[in-house]
Nanobody
């Protein structure tokens, strides 16, 4: 059974930075595409960033490009999301997800999900 555990969420002021981590166990982590999604109150879950199996290809949502960066460490079975210059509209529950595909940005392709971690950005 593949399990994903997020950490690092919290409350920050606008303009500050935050780093989220996701530890993966129970699967072949180094073969998975990985992603971070977020869901704000009253809105659907959306893709934030994604990274392929090797870490050599990544994607960032248009509105977040330049502020959010994904990375992975296959030796540690871990991915991170670096969030800079946070804005109140970034407030959401952030979810780590894994896909058995080696690369995908499609939500339906993600097979395993973490419990989510709350990020709140105050103005």
């Amino acid at each position: 059974q593949v399990q994903l555990v997020e950490s690092g969420g919290g409350l920050v002021q606008a303009g500050e930075s935050l780093r989220l981590s996701c530890a993966v166990s129970g699967g072949t982590f180094s073969s998975y595409a990985m992603g971070w999604f977020r869901q704000a109150p009253g809105k659907e879950r959306e893709l934030v960033v994604a990274i392929n199996w090797s870490g050599r290809r990544s994607y960032t949502a248009d509105t977040l490009r330049g502020r959010f960066t994904i990375s992975r460490d296959n030796a540690k079975d871990m991915i991170e999301l670096q969030m800079n210059s946070l804005k109140p509209e970034d407030t959401a529950v952030y979810y780590c997800a894994a896909s058995r595909a080696t690369w995908t940005i499609m939500r339906a392709d993600y097979d395993y999900w973490g419990q989510g971690t709350q990020v709140t950005v105050s103005s």
